[in-house]
């Protein structure tokens, strides 16, 4: 077993498509039932004994800052999240992958029983679906290990969810080809995930986090929230 030693949050994205809540706020920082996303998010791997936490944070970043003080974390500033796809904000934390758990910073977690303090293989939090779904699919054999991904969605597969564990030998395979396609390939525009789930796939073997369909939700649009934080109705009045 691997135990999970630090935990690396994303925040650097602009939000677009919740504007105009985002006009002036970064999406990690929205309040869902008067807490800030991230902040829930921290609290819980607090609790968990994930200590360790560095945030990547970009657009507005210096509202922020306070995370510092309040919570004893590291904040990583992302000047490249306006060009690049947030395989710059990995870029900037590889060497902190070994035993860690990857996180973007604007979901919001039901169950704190899916954040996890050891795992037995790298692999990525996911919910079942017996139907179409347009998001990123995994198929899995017997064993629950990822043999296949579709990014353009699929019928009865997993969907893979923005909450990834890595072992330390994954995480210096991971480092090595974060570094590849960033640096040497200059494929800046596509997501991270994209490297060990289509990239090189061949060099991982990584076996999904079975959740519950309502243990984490992913807001993309003011809709979604609203329709989970009722007091977001009056934005779409």
Not at 30 to 57: A, D, N, R, T, W
Not at 90 to 100: K, S, T, W
Not at 135 to 142: G, L, V
């Amino acid at each position: 077993m691997n135990n999970v030693e630090r935990a690396i949050i994303l925040a650097a994205g602009k939000g677009s498509r919740m504007r105009p809540l985002t006009n002036t706020i970064p999406k990690p920082l929205l309040k869902v039932f008067g807490q800030p996303i991230i902040e829930h998010s921290i609290e819980l791997l607090l609790q968990k004994g994930i200590s360790e936490i560095y945030v990547v944070v970009g657009y507005l970043s210096e509202q922020f800052n306070y995370l510092i003080e309040k919570y004893n974390i590291t904040i990583i500033k992302n000047d490249m999240y306006d060009v690049c796809n947030n395989i710059s904000s990995l870029y900037l934390v590889r060497d902190n992958l070994e035993n860690a758990i990857v996180m973007d910073g604007d979901i919001w977690i039901s169950d704190s029983d899916v954040i996890l303090t050891s795992f037995d293989c790298s692999g990525y939090t996911s919910i079942w679906t017996d139907s179409f779904s347009n998001e990123w699919i995994q198929i899995t054999d017997i064993d629950g290990y990822v043999k296949k991904c579709f990014r353009n969605g699929y019928d009865n597969g997993w969907i893979l969810y923005s909450i990834s564990y890595w072992s330390s030998s994954d995480a210096k395979q991971l480092k090595e080809d974060i570094k590849n396609e960033y640096i040497t390939h200059k494929q800046t525009d596509i997501f991270w995930d994209d490297v060990a789930m289509f990239c090189y796939p061949e060099k991982y073997q990584l076996k999904i986090k079975p959740v519950s369909n309502d243990a984490i939700r992913e807001f993309d649009t003011i809709n979604e929230l609203a329709s989970f934080d009722k007091s977001y109705m009056e934005v779409l009045l």
